[in-house]
């Protein structure tokens, strides 16, 4: 079974500088996605970020990329020029062109003024 | 279009009754999930389903059932509630296409608001 591991329960970054969340997966899969979800306060899960494991290029979506290395299995997003609005829950999550999707546990970042 | 809805967004049950969670999708989703969140961790999955008519469990199905008589609708019951099943539930949808389809080859899920249920 696959399975998707944040080791960082919490994290914190000064605003306006740049952060780095971790997350490895287990699969014996070849072709899967990866993605970074956001829960703010106020519950609501947003997509932040998602990338085709079949494609070397890492995803960036303005201020947010990935850095993914298949072989090692691991999917960290780095966030770029810290807002206070990044404050959220960070979920990590993989699926394999099927039904079912993996959640990390998350990575709790507060952001510092 | 509205995306992924869910009614009531809260609601307090005392133990022993039931209720629905309502969950509707208008992006013509093919997959849809219930999610159960308690406080301070991640999401577990209660159920699933791949297309009307097509229901699964998921890692924590139990005094849970759901059905799928339609595409756009994914309602969750809740049979004799319990203090344990006090949580957040979220409801979501994704499209997914073989593998090499081209289009919108999205799999990413698209969540609806959550709804906090409390039993007491």
């Known amino acids: 079974a696959q399975t998707v591991t944040q080791s960082q329960p919490e994290m914190s970054v000064q605003e306006a500088e740049t952060v780095t969340l971790s997350c490895t997966y287990d699969?014996?899969?070849?072709?899967?996605?990866l993605f970074w979800y956001k829960q703010p306060p106020s519950r609501q899960m947003i997509l932040v970020i998602r990338q085709e494991a079949y494609k070397q290029q890492n995803a960036t979506e303005n201020r947010f990329s990935v850095n993914f290395q298949k072989a090692a299995k691991s999917f960290s997003l780095k966030i770029s020029d810290s807002q206070l609005g990044d404050a959220a829950m960070y979920f990590c999550?993989?699926?394999?062109?099927?039904?079912?999707?993996?959640f990390g546990p998350g990575t709790r970042l507060s952001v510092l003024p | 279009n509205a995306g992924v809805t869910q009614t009531p967004k809260f609601r307090i049950l005392k133990i022993g009754q039931s209720m629905t969670l309502q969950c509707t999708q208008d992006?013509?989703?093919?997959?849809m999930y219930w999610y159960r969140q308690d406080p301070g961790m991640g999401l577990k999955l209660i159920y699933y389903s791949v297309g009307a008519g097509i229901t699964d469990k998921g890692e924590v199905p139990n005094g849970y059932n759901v059905s799928r008589s339609t595409t756009e609708d994914f309602p969750l019951r809740l049979e004799l509630a319990a203090p344990s099943q006090t949580s957040v539930y979220f409801c979501a949808s994704s499209y997914s296409l073989p593998v090499g389809g081209s289009g919108d080859s999205t799999d990413t899920q698209y969540f609806g608001p959550g709804t906090r249920l409390t039993v007491l």
């Open positions: 999550a993989y699926n394999n062109y099927g039904q079912n999707f993996v």
């Open positions: 992006m013509n989703h093919n997959y």
């Open positions: 699969t014996s899969e070849s072709d899967y996605y």
